[in-house]
């Protein structure tokens, strides 16, 4: 601990108390976390769960583990340093978030959990608290302190993240639960980012209940029969309520945001999506209608680079068709050409104008709206949303292939009672 200078204490909890400090060599800002209990090996303490889980775990949006220290057989955590959390962003915001910082808050706080599911760990006390933040612009799972691996054995405890953003399988004291215990406390951040309030601020674990059951509605033993074999072992019965919309509870929220918001709230676990699937939802195509595909296989990747470099020019159009007498296929004719296509198989669809339409294995719906001056804009945003992204299921696209498009910074001067440039971070991320 020599090498480092405590300036002033951040907090104090249950299990140790976090200081900043500053490295004396470099200069640079550390947050060290200092444990109350004693660790008299080095077997002892590297077998605690948020280091065995922050060893494994690198990712722009997890807070990065920097060293492990044990001094006099007290154990110390040194964290890169951010300057507040989202509890904190919410809390000083002036008014209410825009969408675009919601959703950037939202894109990042996924990628950090996909990425935790995917490495087979599962957080258990998801709370903007315990989102660390600079600003909206850059947001990192932090306090992995409960945080178990997915291949582990249940039973699990049943005492698990802060009550408001408790799942109700755990409120009902199932202890065979799993990652979509996180699901749920992102659908009650998600909300909490549009109101500035939490979403179901319970004061016990039976009042927890009635706050979910009259948003949500009582479940039917035929939706979730799980629930009354929970509640019966528990002697409870489960309160009556027929809920609310969504729309009513949330009033900012779009239509893309309230589908997303209904997925993370539903009551069988099973039936919420991961965090990779919750990324894929339309709140996240910014200004096109996407399905996105399964990973290309290298071949299939260098196959596709070929058979782009080697195609003929596509002569200039106006980019205009008659949706009475045009279908996707007519449309190539008359030389709508679609480089996002070349990539990954499929086409770009303006959402305003069409719904998705699944076929098979295909990337995106076919070509069936008018394509006119004014609808390129839309699709040039999702080709600059996914020419962007370093990750797409895992894989990496190869930017080269797609026509130069330029990324504009969000003038949103709503976002977080702020004034500036607020960039979207969907469109962004880790460019």
């Known amino acids: 601990m020599h090498r480092y200078l405590v300036l002033q204490q951040l907090g104090d909890g249950t299990y140790g ?82 969408e675009a910082a919601v959703r950037n808050i939202l894109y990042q706080v996924l990628q950090g959990l996909a990425h935790m599911h995917r490495h087979g760990f599962f957080h258990r006390d998801l ?51 799993g990652t979509p215990i996180d699901l749920w406390a992102v659908g009650c951040i998600l909300a909490e980012l549009y109101t500035s309030r939490p979403l179901f601020p319970g004061n016990s674990e039976i009042d927890q209940l009635h706050k979910i059951c009259s948003v949500l509605g009582t479940p039917s033993r035929e939706t979730w ?42 009551y069988p676990p099973r039936e919420r999506p991961s965090a990779a699937q919750a990324l894929r939802y339309p709140f996240f195509a910014v200004g096109a209608a996407l399905v996105l595909p399964p990973p290309a296989s290298q071949s299939r990747r260098n196959t596709i680079r070929g058979e782009t470099e080697n195609a003929a020019p596509v002569p200039k159009t106006d980019y205009v068709c008659d949706v009475e007498s045009t279908s996707g296929g007519q449309a190539r004719k008359m030389g709508l ?42 699709m040039g945003a999702a080709a600059a949303y996914f020419g962007a992204s370093r990750y797409v299921q895992g894989t990496r696209l190869d930017t080269s292939l797609f026509r130069s498009l330029p990324l504009h910074s969000l003038q949103d001067s709503t976002a977080g009672g702020g004034e500036g440039i607020h960039v979207d971070w969907a469109a962004k991320y880790l460019r």
């Not at 108390?17 to 060290?32: F, Y």
Request: with cysteine.
């Open 17 to 98: 108390s976090v200081a900043l400090a500053q490295r004396r060599d470099t200069g640079e800002k550390v947050a060290i976390k200092r444990m109350k209990r004693k660790y008299y090996s080095w077997d002892e303490a590297m077998s605690l769960r948020e280091v065995k889980s922050l060893k494994k775990l690198n990712h722009a949006n997890i807070v990065k583990l920097r060293e492990v220290i044990r001094e006099n057989d007290t154990l110390y955590f040194v964290f890169e340093y951010m300057r507040g959390n989202l509890y904190q962003l919410i809390r000083d915001a002036e008014r209410p978030f825009a």
């Open 337 to 378: 050409h679609d480089r996002f296509a070349d990539i990954l198989g499929g086409e770009v669809v303006p959402s305003s104008r069409v719904a998705i339409t699944m076929r098979g294995r295909s990337v995106l719906a076919p070509v069936q709206p008018t394509v006119t001056r004014g609808t390129r804009d839309a």
């Open 127 to 177: 709370k903007p608290e315990n989102l660390l933040c600079a600003g909206s612009d850059l947001v990192k799972i932090a306090d992995l302190g409960l945080a178990r691996e997915v291949r582990s054995r249940p039973p699990y405890t049943d005492y698990v993240s802060t009550r408001w953003y408790r799942a109700p399988e755990v409120l009902l004291r199932d202890t065979n639960y």
């Open 225 to 266: 029969p799980e629930a009354y074999v929970l509640a019966e072992a528990l002697r409870l019965r489960l309160p009556a309520s027929a809920g609310v919309p969504l729309a009513r509870v949330v009033p900012p929220a779009s239509p893309a945001a309230l589908v997303l918001l209904a997925a993370f709230l539903r």
